[in-house]
């Protein structure tokens, strides 16, 4: 590597950390916001929210590192090119060329780095956390909290009036329970007080002192009781994690399968479709194009993900079609901007 090429890497790798652990920054509260959705329905330790933040990173770094690359490249030459410092690298004898090789195959590497984090890790962290989730409605007791609507149990909706507390666990005091999927009836019950249980893959509803009402048609019928249980099953179903194949051939048949597909990985040729926009925007003469740069970038950015979220249903279509679109028209931008010039 030459010296030009030293140089350059460190001011890009300045530029490309501070980028990174911005967005890094963002898209982990969006996707911890994600996360939390959970906890709606299943109860979870700080150190069990960090084990689905760590399945949910492969698709962070896909993101992030693609996008900062990029914008980074772009503004560490347009920064060189403002304080002069390219006049004086292409007086030392280097050329565009030389610049635009040594960036092609830097991003050639992220993006085959970023194309095995997109099959291969992505769909095994996907599963894993499928596991994790359904493993802990196995295990964990529902998340039932007082005077709010919408709380299911199994089959039932579930009502609770408000909670205490005793030496063998949380008590739930006014509860109203109603099971509309019987067939040909309709049936409420009504308990001063329940409890939650565990019994190894079983999650039991102790309820105490209430009632029971049957609705068929126009006949209606109470029951009274002292104690009942309810018991339901959650599943015990552990996806395969090793099927990576499997998992993309449901690609066939599943078009939320596709958009992932077409999504991740023209995401992870970002950076190699897009190098020499990066490198044309940046290579300026500060005097007269000091915008460009940032009106280019961000019209790159929203171009390129705005044609994935357009053609993503057909990966056959947006994979080739998309990255061969941006690597035909920044190769034709760059040799109508630098070439002609330097």
């Known amino acids: 590597m030459s010296r030009v090429n030293k140089y350059l890497l460190y001011n890009f790798l300045g530029t490309f950390a501070s980028l990174f652990s911005t967005l890094f920054l963002?898209?982990?509260?969006?996707?911890?916001?994600?996360?939390?959705?959970?906890?709606s329905y299943i109860e979870i330790t700080f150190g069990e929210l960090l084990k689905l933040y760590m399945f949910m990173l492969p698709r962070v770094l896909l993101?992030?590192?693609?996008?900062?690359?990029?914008?980074?490249?772009?503004?560490?030459l347009f920064r060189l090119s403002k304080e002069n410092e390219s006049i004086v690298i292409f007086t030392l004898g280097s050329s565009p060329n030389s610049i635009a090789k040594f960036f092609l195959a830097f991003s050639a590497a992220l993006s085959a780095l970023l194309l095995i984090v997109a099959i291969v890790m992505i769909?095994?962290?996907?599963?894993?956390?499928?596991?994790?989730?359904?493993?802990?409605?196995?295990?964990?007791?529902?998340?039932?909290?007082?005077?709010?609507?919408?709380?299911k149990f199994s089959d039932w909706m579930v009502y609770v009036g408000s909670e205490?507390?005793?030496?063998?666990?949380?008590?739930?005091?006014?509860?109203?329970?109603?099971?509309?999927?019987?067939?040909?009836?309709?049936?409420?019950?009504?308990?001063?007080?329940?409890?939650?249980i565990n019994t190894k893959s079983n999650i039991e509803l102790s309820l105490n002192n209430g009632?029971?009402?049957?609705?068929?048609?126009?006949?209606?019928?109470?029951?009274?009781?002292?104690?009942?249980?309810i018991r339901t099953a959650q599943s015990e179903k552990i996806n395969d994690v090793d099927s990576i194949k499997e998992y993309w051939l449901e690609a066939k048949t599943s078009t939320k399968r596709k958009k992932d597909l077409s999504t991740y990985v023209l995401v992870a040729l970002f950076p190699l479709?897009?190098?020499?926009?990066?490198?044309?925007?940046?290579i300026v003469t500060y005097r007269y194009e000091k915008g460009a740069v940032y009106l280019g970038t961000f019209g790159i950015l929203f171009g390129y993900f705005t044609l994935i979220m357009l053609l993503s249903p057909r990966p056959i279509i947006a994979i080739p079609g998309v990255f061969a679109a941006f690597f035909a028209a920044g190769v034709w931008f760059y040799k109508f901007k630098i070439m002609r010039r330097y």
């Open 164 to 196: 205490g507390s005793d030496e063998n666990g949380t008590i739930y005091k006014n509860i109203v329970m109603f099971n509309p999927f019987i067939k040909d009836s309709q049936r409420l019950i009504v308990a001063q007080n329940a409890k939650m």
């Open 273 to 282: 479709a897009t190098t020499l926009f990066a490198i044309s925007f940046g």
């Open 26 to 39: 963002i898209m982990s509260i969006v996707f911890f916001i994600q996360i939390a959705r959970v906890t």
């Open 63 to 76: 993101f992030v590192v693609p996008i900062a690359f990029f914008v980074a490249l772009a503004m560490t």
């Open 211 to 229: 009632k029971i009402y049957d609705m068929r048609g126009k006949v209606y019928h109470q029951s009274n009781f002292k104690s009942m249980t």
């Open 123 to 151: 769909p095994i962290a996907s599963e894993l956390n499928s596991n994790f989730i359904d493993y802990k409605k196995t295990v964990a007791k529902l998340n039932l909290k007082p005077t709010q609507f919408g709380q």
